[in-house]
């Protein structure tokens, strides 16, 4: 299972044993050449489609490169970027806001966190098949139902507990989410 | 083998699991709060999930949040530690029908154990004698005072539901016995939601001596010897050793076997500490069950070389016993201090804060279990203890002298720790003679 819980170190699946860490370091070093063509493959694929972040998982190794709006974009490698081709998962390609138009920082600072009351499994629609309650642009008040949780079975219908529109959503359908995790950020009235 | 476990729980015991889960390749699931969200040992575990609050009802004893935890890892068992849910009979029941594997005895037997006053009369049908008292609860104070006459002051009155030397009240005499049992009452139901309580005749100058053991799935039991706890505060435990320093092997054989009996009577699966008084006769008198590992199992550990943790995940794993007691040997002395956030010089007041400096003491012989680094900081909203020193030598002598440099050694600044205090007690004249009894710490210092 990948799985990713934004703001949380969660690392997917089993961890490798020693000895095919110990394969896996020798095997990193000669890929150092291969991993530094790869990122600034990604870092093209990101201006040409305009992402902001990409995030991208292979077992223990993790890439995650920010772009802030035209400058240069910021790298961050944990621990070694051992990349393969075609084992990628790409996970939380954020593209940069549209139709509302870019946060400016002082607009981030404003929003209002909604966050996760209890452990369980996201869900952004009331079934399957329906539209999910909120949306980006969606109007809040706090007695708004904005999500699912479900725990033990039992489906937890989160409250807004905010007015205002929904203005980010950090979570996707069918994620695990623990205690705390902000789920949607919402622009107050 | 499990190939996941969650592990519920927090501070050294966690990262003990851990350290276990990791070297027999288990992929190990922490929980924590929000006030423990930067311990450094959840990054050993392969992952972390955040299940509430500081506060302990809200996280490491809320029960629902700790499931869905165990769910979205999708683990095959959790480890309850000691403390918080350990010894929770509902928490227990909820895993096994949740299809999760309590690491710990089945219901049943956490039940009939739990409950102090069924295990008195369990032990009494496997032949061992329980200290003199009530043969059950005890709900009305003028029946109650007419058994404790009959008992002989002065008298304990222990809740049924408590343990962990916590519900106890000790009466003189009468007019001391009506106050004290209201309020014994009052304090059971408050604490462990059960006002029930028996009575004991209060044992002079005991020594506590408990034995650990541990059970498999097919009845096969075996023990690991003694732990001498004589030196306790206000009935919690403060220093442990192994072997009994005034137990001969006739004794101790005598001691153990008397526990297997009892676990065995209870159908008892996984590890247990069988607790125990000695009077001044070296008669003993069985007082609890502990149906979970306990904070002192390194000090078996250092004496028979065995893992007690690994044993726990082993057998509730399936995995049978198929170790002889007779191969089951102790080698040498070793000793376990408690080290709490709390100043010896005001009474034992807790002193939270942020440690700025920790050194650790090693070398020879000198074990530290401990969650803590420079720059942790200790909170009020859970217990005190912060570390456990244990030593282990060949001799009793050669343990305590290590005991005294690791002791020295160990510096926590700038809270105040009870380090002083333990090194006071290790150095006392009567502790190398081992002339002690559960009243000692509170009379001497």
Not at chain 1, 72 to 90: C, E, H, R, Y
Not at chain 2, 362 to 369: E, F, I, L
Request: charged share 25%; glycine share 6%.
């Amino acid at each position: 299972m990948t799985c990713t819980l934004a703001g949380c170190a969660l690392l997917s699946g089993r961890r490798p044993s020693r000895e095919s860490r110990l394969l896996r370091k020798d095997a990193q070093m000669a890929e150092k050449d291969t991993d530094l063509q790869k990122i600034k493959e990604l870092i093209e694929i990101m201006k040409e489609n305009d992402l902001v972040e990409i995030e991208i998982k292979h077992d223990d190794d993790k890439i995650f490169l920010k772009r802030s709006g035209g400058q240069q974009p910021i790298v961050t490698t944990a621990p070694t970027a051992g990349l393969q081709s075609g084992a990628v998962t790409l996970e939380q390609a954020r593209p940069a806001p549209i139709a509302t138009g870019s946060l400016s920082p002082q607009q981030q600072e404003e929003l209002v966190d909604i966050k996760s009351p209890i452990v369980g499994t996201f869900y952004a629609t009331p079934s399957p098949d329906s539209e999910p309650y909120v949306e980006i642009g969606s109007q809040v008040n706090p007695q708004t139902v904005v999500c699912i949780i479900e725990a033990m079975k039992v489906m937890n219908e989160i409250k807004a507990e905010a007015s205002g529109t929904i203005a980010e959503i950090l979570v996707t359908n069918g994620q695990a989410v623990e205690y705390g995790q902000v789920l949607f950020r919402v622009r107050p009235d | 083998m499990f190939s996941r476990i969650l592990i519920a729980n927090r501070g050294e015991i966690a990262l003990r699991i851990i350290r276990a889960c990791y070297e027999l390749d288990i992929a190990s699931v922490a929980v924590y709060s929000e006030a423990d969200k930067d311990a450094p040992y959840l990054q050993l575990a392969d992952e972390a999930i955040c299940i509430g609050p500081a506060e302990a009802a809200e996280s490491y004893l809320n029960i629902p949040r700790i499931i869905s935890a165990a769910e979205i890892a999708d683990v095959e068992a959790i480890h309850p530690g000691y403390g918080f849910l350990a010894e929770n009979i509902n928490f227990a029941r909820i895993c096994r029908d949740c299809g999760i594997t309590f690491i710990g005895p089945p219901v049943e037997a956490m039940q009939l154990l739990g409950d102090k006053v069924e295990a008195r009369k369990l032990a009494s049908k496997a032949k061992v004698k329980v200290v003199p008292g009530s043969d059950g609860t005890v709900e009305n104070v003028d029946e109650a005072l007419k058994l404790a006459n009959e008992i002989g002051y002065p008298v304990m009155i222990k809740a049924s539901a408590g343990g962990g030397g916590r519900g106890m009240r000790v009466a003189h005499n009468d007019i001391s016995f009506r106050s004290a049992f209201g309020a014994a009452q009052a304090e059971a139901k408050a604490a462990f939601g059960d006002g029930n309580v028996y009575l004991e005749k209060c044992l002079l100058e005991p020594r506590h001596i408990e034995v650990q053991v541990l059970a498999d799935n097919d009845g096969n039991a075996v023990h690991f010897f003694e732990r001498d706890c004589t030196i306790q505060r206000r009935h919690q435990k403060m220093i442990e050793e192994s072997p009994c320093p005034v137990l001969d092997e006739r004794d101790r054989e005598e001691l153990c076997t008397a526990a297997l009996r009892i676990i065995k009577e209870a159908k008892y699966v996984n590890a247990a500490t069988i607790e125990f008084l000695l009077d001044k006769d070296k008669k003993f008198y069985f007082i609890e069950a502990n149906t979970r590992i306990q904070v002192e199992h390194p000090v078996t550990e250092m004496v028979t070389g065995h893992d007690l943790i690994k044993w726990q995940i082993k057998i509730a794993a399936g995995r049978k016993i198929k170790l002889k007691q007779r191969n089951i040997k102790h080698s040498g002395v070793a000793i376990e201090c408690r080290i709490n956030a709390e100043d010896p010089k005001k009474n034992f007041a807790s002193s939270p804060g942020t440690i700025e400096r920790l050194i650790l003491p090693g070398g020879p012989g000198v074990r530290v279990d401990t969650h803590v680094h420079q720059g942790w900081t200790v909170s009020t909203k859970y217990d005190s203890m912060i570390a456990k020193l244990i030593v282990h030598q060949r001799t009793r002598t050669e343990a305590i002298e290590t005991m005294k440099r690791a002791l020295a050694e160990f510096v926590i600044e700038p809270i105040k720790t009870t380090i002083p205090a333990c090194l006071d007690i290790i150095s006392h004249n009567l502790f190398a003679k081992s002339k002690i009894d559960t009243g000692f710490v509170e009379r001497n210092f």
